[in-house]
Every structure is written in structure tokens, then in C-alpha cells.
């Protein structure tokens, strides 16, 4: 099928048209022309005012729950919300049951990944079972498409697995992805530690708890020279040492979540268990070094952190309450929201061009002939997602029916358009 999309502004820093209003002609999954005003007959014709258009997004960091947790999300279910974001390409969890720990839960997930709207990448479990004694069989999983490997929801505790497992991945260029909390501090505890937690009657998460990991990992880092991805940073000080990391030249990149840049510890006062999340909301001052990062450049990715849970796990007391939200649908709009005079080029650079460079994956730069992986978005319309209109099958996002700035309107992949409604 031949798709036009009229007068669209490209942002794409590989593209000689970046920044230019072009008419874009998409055919069989290729980008067939650049022109300035395309005139011949088309089966089909996308003209949005202000629309740009964009290398696909990628979000490194989601869990779809699928094999055995399908009550809170699926591969189909969550990949439609990946859409309804603007994303083409997600990495899920290996939290599952059984945990993708093999080759054969890797292919698993792949197999699913021609009828899905999104390309679904699994992360290979870095231990057996993610339960953090035993490395697991990174080759193989890499070599049946791992597209990285993390414990994900329970980072690696032991310090000698973990430098294993930096060094085990060097054979095929690999790349790690941690989660930095050290449980022994904060396993207990269900909210930022400070005066609120306390006026709260809540235990709290120390910043240390976050900040010893990042610590250690950087040193591991250091010593085997391999390549670390660490996401969910939420603290001031855990940004500014990866910042002084990464400009000594270590292979080191990292990723924020919509929700800590949006929230902070004082939207707990109601003991809003939608907001329940690990690592844990923080303060103000961690916020506001979250944000300048991000426009400073030293955030690489956005990272939705979309951990779905089901209705059970959020109506409850705050103490029982699972923490995670399920936030990829409004993860672009938030960031537009909350950082509204970001460049479109930066803007592409965290959602897309950061994470391609990092994870090797194919660039899709708006280039004739190249194959088309694209992501729509207008800034002249808003979002307001809500629970009806949400693909997820989990209801635990406190952004439902916040008017946030900029609108996704579609992707295009696997040589087909999608068009949000």
C-alpha cells in the first residue's frame, strides 16, 4: 500500500532533511521519496497540522507479563499500548513465568512478534530464575535475539555476579541493564525516606539505597570496561555520578522514568497507591536534577518503567499495594508536558536515536530507500487518556485524564500505519 504523509517536519538528526517540511511517500515498509510537494495518486494520505515525524521510538524497560502473568498484560495487549505511545520498539522484562532465562523463552517472545503492532525485543535474564545466585545462558539467549540482559525487577545483588556478568557480555558486544536499588536497605521500605515518610508513618527507601548500587556498578563498570545501561535513576546524587562516570569515557548510558520527572514525594500525601513505584517518588530537589539532566543531555533514554498490575494489587492499603505504574500510553505526552520547551531533537534523541546507538539496534534514519520505522506526533493537540480509551488491560496509571501536552497520532512499521484515535 502507498501511504503519504503531506507536509510533515522531519526530526532526524541522520537526515539531510532534518528539521524541512517534506512530503513523505511510504510504500511495502521503504521510504520511496522526500519531495517537497508529491502530486501523483496514493492509496492513502495522513495531513495533520504541525505532525513530525520521526525515527520509531524505543522504550528499554517494560513489562508485558507474558508467559504467565497475561491477567495483567499480554504481548498483544501491550504491544497495542506501545503503539497508542508512539513506540515501534520495546524491550519487555524477563520477570515472568517461567523467567526468559533461555533461548527458548527468547524465542518464545520473538515468535509472537509478526502480528504484533510493535517490534516486542526480550531481555534476557542476567542469573537463573532473576534469583541472582547463577548466570544464565547469556550466549544462547543472545544469539536467539536478547536484545540486552537485566534481572530487571530484581536487580543483582552480588557483587561478584554482577562483574561476571559485565564481563561475560564483552564476548558479543553485549549490554547490561540494571535497576540500581541494594535491598538490604531498602526491600522494608515503601516510600522516599525523609521527613514525609515520616509524618506519614511509612517506612522509607534511603537515597543511599539507590546511590551504593550506582556506586559499585560504576567501579565494576570501570574495571571491565563493558557496557552498562542503568534505568529508573531518582535521585540528585545517582545522576551526578553517572554524569562525572560517562565523562571519564566509560561505556555507561542511563534512563529516567516519565513518573519521577512528573511526580515527587508530596504527591504521596494522600497515600495514592497509583503512585507507589520502586524506586520511589523523591524529593523535589531529586526531581528538579532529574529534569536538568534531561535537558542537559545527560539522560540518554526515557524509559516508561510500564509494570501493569491488576485491580487487587492497587485498591488496597497502601503498605500491600504493588508498586509500578502502567504509564507507556502517556509516556511522550508527560515528557511534552512536563518539559515543554524541549527540542524536537532532543526529544528524538531520548526517545529513539539514544537507545538505537546504545542497544545497536538499525538507526531508520528518514533517508530515501531505507526501510520505514516511523513515530507521528503533533505538538498543536493535547492528550487525555482514559481508562476506556487505554489498550492496557491494567488500570494503575495516575496519569488517567490529565490533559497533558502534545499528542502521538500514529507509527509506521512493519511496513503498515497505525493511526491513534
Request: with cysteine; proline share 5%; hydrophobic share 40%.
Amino acid at each position: 500500500m502507498t501511504t503519504l504523509l503531506k507536509q510533515v517536519k522531519i526530526a532526524d538528526n541522520q537526515s539531510p532533511f532534518n528539521g524541512k517540511i517534506k512530503d513523505i511517500l511510504l510504500e511495502n515498509g521503504k521510504i520511496i521519496s522526500i519531495s517537497d510537494n508529491y502530486t501523483n495518486k496514493v492509496e492513502q494520505t495522513i495531513q495533520v497540522d504541525g505532525l513530525t515525524v520521526a525515527p520509531g521510538f524505543v522504550d528499554p524497560f517494560v513489562h508485558f507479563c507474558d508467559p504467565g502473568l497475561e491477567h495483567r498484560e499480554n504481548l498483544q495487549s501491550g504491544a497495542d499500548a506501545a503503539q497508542q505511545g508512539g513506540f515501534t520498539t520495546v524491550f519487555t522484562l524477563p520477570n515472568t513465568l517461567p523467567v526468559v532465562d533461555t533461548k527458548s523463552q527468547v524465542t518464545y517472545i520473538k515468535q509472537h512478534n509478526e502480528t504484533l503492532p510493535v517490534n516486542v525485543l526480550p531481555i534476557g535474564a542476567v542469573s537463573k530464575k532473576v534469583e541472582g545466585k547463577d548466570l544464565s545462558e547469556m550466549i544462547d539467549m543472545h544469539s536467539n535475539g536478547a536484545v540486552a540482559f537485566s534481572d530487571g525487577l530484581y536487580p543483582v545483588q552480588s557483587t561478584l555476579l554482577f562483574l561476571k556478568a559485565l564481563q561475560y557480555v564483552k564476548a558479543f558486544d553485549g549490554v547490561v541493564i540494571q535497576m540500581p536499588i541494594d535491598k538490604s536497605l531498602g526491600s522494608l521500605g515503601l516510600m522516599n525516606e525523609g521527613i514525609l515518610s515520616t509524618k506519614l508513618g511509612l517506612p522509607g527507601i534511603p537515597a543511599i539505597a539507590e546511590e551504593l548500587i550506582i556506586s559499585r556498578d560504576i567501579e565494576l563498570l570501570r574495571y571491565t570496561q563493558s557496557k552498562l545501561h542503568i534505568t529508573g535513576v531518582s535521585t540528585a546524587k545517582g545522576i551526578a555520578m553517572i554524569a562525572a562516570a560517562k565523562k571519564e569515557g566509560l561505556h555507561l548510558s542511563c534512563s529516567v522514568t516519565p513518573y519521577h520527572l512528573f511526580f515527587n514525594e508530596e504527591d504521596l500525601n494522600d497515600y495514592n497507591t497509583l503512585l507507589k513505584v520502586f524506586p520511589p517518588l523523591r524529593t523535589k530537589l531529586d526531581q528538579a536534577s532529574l529534569l536538568k539532566a534531561v535537558e542537559e543531555g545527560i539522560v540518554d533514554c526515557i524509559s516508561s518503567h510500564h509494570i501493569p498490575q491488576d485491580w487487587d494489587g492497587k485498591t488496597i492499603e497502601f503498605e500491600n499495594a504493588k508498586a509500578g505504574i502502567a504509564c507507556i500510553e502517556t509516556s511522550f505526552a508527560s515528557i511534552k508536558d512536563v518539559l515543554p520547551n524541549l527540542s524536537n531533537e532532543k526529544l528524538v534523541a531520548l526517545f529513539s536515536s539514544n537507545a538505537r546507538n546504545i542497544f545497536n539496534l538499525p538507526a531508520h534514519s528518514i533517508i530515501e530507500g531505507n526501510d520505514a520505522e516511523l513515530s507521528l506526533f503533533t505538538d498543536k493537540q493535547t492528550t487525555c487518556l482514559t481508562k476506556k480509551d487505554s489498550k492496557s488491560k491494567s488500570a494503575n496509571s495516575p496519569f488517567w485524564d490529565i490533559k497533558l501536552k502534545g499528542k502521538v497520532i500514529g507509527t509506521y512499521t512493519k511496513g503498515k500505519l497505525y493511526i491513534n484515535h
